[in-house]
């Protein structure tokens, strides 16, 4: 009987000291000799709980038995059956939370490092050689528009040209790609991937419009009344919140994605070989605990920041963002502040931030659910001195379509209404991605584009 | 790719170009604008649409350069392509029946404000219109708002404050005769600062006067929030909510001001461009 290895084969990266002052991709991936030290750990176990815990669902046993085989092609295959971004998820899924989570080994060591593979395959294929293409189904001349070219745009736009409808996808901003370009840097996904997948897309016959604004250059019933005979929207959740506390507007207070965008789709990281600049302080704190914040955290550190504090209201152990980002963050030496929340911004008399007011907050009993909510405790107010601040709340949907389409359903959190198919209230309009679920992940965004594409095709081959 | 189909040099440092934007001029009206990058290193940057034609598909703009963007714009001729051009963006301008509308306008806006007194025209409106120069030599488009305005005032003074007293000069005669001779809605593009100060000199009357602001813009769409403003106590983002907005309601010119010249020191060429009093300097 095969012996079980408990620890998984570690992946090389940059180190700390280095990786601070360049934004080249921060893990290297693994050669081919760790990916199939790696793979040999699987033990194909029968009843799958890592292929459930995805919410994709991929063949995880099937790809890992091909590479322990050494057939990456087929592997490649195998993956590409149910994600057409296996490089975008093998870097960015929380995989701690999903397939790696549900994975045998995890009760006794460290699980599979099944999104590792998963890249290196990924690599391995764009590397290697051509893609493989796709059979293509013959012409049915119905017309699709998809709105949005994000993880969910992209995934609806490739299944519905395969299975041979005419689409054409509408992006507001002069790339596509969505939150994966404007707003993951490249040192943890870098835009090259991206920008091949798209390509990928637009080789399957895909209209690509960038510069186009749906619900300013046409609306959604233009689109209805005019060329299209169905609708998918996945203009994503790009409203940034703010905290709404004194002071958040001086100078110097960015929103995450104004801070993002500047470094990672208009490069102010290159500045002033890129035009656009991005202007940078000291003393950076970085208010918010998921992703976003961990981005926003280690850009500030590559570009020049002295000292970076996250600044979270709960504890390490509640933040929702990557377990890998939260280690690679605290390894480049960002400084955390738990349990503790802003009530203010202060002014250096010229209306730019010198400094916050924090207040110390403490974790109540879990409540019905299990949730232990963050409470401010009376009197604790602090000051602590920064010149930057990036509020890194997350987002809200974007409202745009939604209130230039009456008869479309929203929740009161301004997410788009949708069945279990991705259906929305209007005729022939399909949503998916963080539109509807008001911000989650790429891979779910792609899951729900998937489903939203199958129901799609029915009713443009049968009408229902 | 979009087309430069023109480019003309109406005064020193001021150019308009209209680029080849079908897209873009079916839907334009007045006090819109678009955001162009010029090539794959370009940053995005705002201009407001000051004539379009929805049949030819083009769109003009005028622009003054200021700095490293404007610079490259200038070197432009017909031919030449823009990566990206994005509009109408923002909410047209508030156009309706008024009565007497005073407006405002100097740099860019003595172009980009002719779209909006068309439309005022066109709604019976009796106009009034304060042009301020730095002299006669950098004046221009002065015919079109002759044709439209049934008064027109040049406020013409060297740069600095002397300038700014002019056109405070000419409004504070006009609100004189106010309401005997009625001003109904003041619209004002021209510098923030001297927004700022029409709007306090009109509110003692209570006379709805229009400001359209323009803060530092990124996405233009209402996603990156480098735009906000607080407006009527709540925060707005120009880009969506604006540019024009009311300006008794806009509460911390201040802070828009400061956030306005964030960059300022990166490239800006424009003499006399340290206000008194700014934050920045
Ligand atoms: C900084 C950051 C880091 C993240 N990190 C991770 C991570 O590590 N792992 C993970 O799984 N998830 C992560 N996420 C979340 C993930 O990126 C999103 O859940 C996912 O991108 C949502 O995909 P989408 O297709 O719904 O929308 P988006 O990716 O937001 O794409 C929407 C696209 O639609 C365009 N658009 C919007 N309105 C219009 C319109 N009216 N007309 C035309 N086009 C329009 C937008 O410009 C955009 O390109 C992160 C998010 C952010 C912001
Ligand atoms: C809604 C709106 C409409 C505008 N319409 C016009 C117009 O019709 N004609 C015109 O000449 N100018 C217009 N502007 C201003 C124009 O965008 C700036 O002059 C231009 O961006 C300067 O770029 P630069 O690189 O040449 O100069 P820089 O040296 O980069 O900047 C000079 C100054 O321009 C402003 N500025 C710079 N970047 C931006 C930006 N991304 N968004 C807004 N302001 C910026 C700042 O105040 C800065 O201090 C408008 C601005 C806005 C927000
Ligand atoms: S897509 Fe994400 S969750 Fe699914 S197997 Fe790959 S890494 Fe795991
Ligand atoms: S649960 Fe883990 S060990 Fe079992 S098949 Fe999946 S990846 Fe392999
Ligand atoms: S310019 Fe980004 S929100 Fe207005
Ligand atoms: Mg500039």
New interface residues.
Partial sequence: KQKINLNRVEMPKQSEHERRHNFDEVALGYTWELAKEEASRCIQCKKRPCQQGCPVNIDIPDFIAALQREDVEEAARILKRKTSLPGVCGRVCPQELQCENACTLNKKGAPVAIGRLERFIADWERTQGAPTMPEMAPSTGKKVAVVGSGPSGLTVASDLAILGHQVVLFEALHVAGGVLMYGIPQFRLPKEIVQREVQYVQSLGVDLRLNTVIGINYSLDELLRTDYDAVYLAPGAGLPKFLGVPGENLNMVYSANEFLTRTNLMKAYRYPEYATPIKMGKKVAVIGGGNVAMDAARCAVRLGAQEVYVIYRRTRAEMPARLEEVENAEEEGIEFHFLCNPTAFLSDGRNNVAAMELIRMKLTEPDESGRRRPVPIPGSEYILDVDTVVVSLGTSPNPLIPSTTPDLNVTRWGTVVTDERGRTSKARVWAGGDIVSGGATVISAMGEGRIAAASMHEFLSNGQ | MYSIVEHEVLAPRVHRLRVQAP??A??AKPGQFVIL??DE????VPFTISDWDSEAGTVDFVFIEVG??TQQLATMQPGDQL???????GRPAEVGQFGHVVSVLSGYGIAAMVPILKALKDNGNTLTTIVQAPDQDRLFGQKPLEELSDTLILALGTQGDGMMESTTVAMRKLLNQHPKRRIDRVIAMCSLCLMRVLSEMTRPYAIKTMVHLTPVM??G??????C???VGRT?RFAC?HGPEFDGHEVD?W??L???RC??AD?SILQQGFQCRGC??W
């Fill in positions: 897209v873009v079916e839907k990058i010029i290193k370009g940053e995005r490293k963007t990566l990206s051009f994005i509009g109408p963006l990124v996405d769409t209402g996603m990156c929030g480098a906000r403003l607080s925060n969506v911390g201040e802070v001001m400061a956030r964030t960059y990166e934050s920045q």
